[in-house]
Nanobody, 115 residues
């Protein structure tokens, strides 16, 4: 079955960096677009970034353009989110997702940006 396991979250000071990972299994990873979402307390879940199966195309939310980079390793079946110049407003639980008929979500990883 499809499994997505995020890791790499934590507490970081404003201006710092984190790299999130999402390890995938149970499907042909390279055939699917992968997504990173986030959900801050009291807010709706929002799309942060997406990457096509071969990594050739990416999209970003305006709020993270120029600071975050999504990329993938189709040998390791893992998608990453490199987050630089982090701001307090980036604080959220970050989730990866794949759409394979239905939407599959990971369990999420907490990112807290605070001094």
């Amino acid at each position: 079955q499809v499994q997505l396991v995020e890791s790499g979250g934590g507490l970081v000071q404003p201006g710092g960096s984190l790299r999130l990972s999402c390890a995938a299994s149970g499907f042909i990873f390279s055939s699917y677009t992968m997504y990173w979402y986030r959900q801050a307390p009291g807010k709706e879940r929002e799309l942060v970034a997406a990457i096509t199966g071969n990594g050739g195309s990416t999209n970003y939310a305006d709020s993270v353009k120029g600071r975050f980079t999504i990329y993938r390793d189709n040998v390791k079946n893992t998608v990453y989110l490199q987050m630089n110049s982090l701001k307090p407003e980036d604080t959220a639980v970050y989730y990866c997702k794949v759409i394979r008929i239905v939407h599959y979500w990971g369990q999420g990883t907490q990112v807290t940006v605070s001094s």
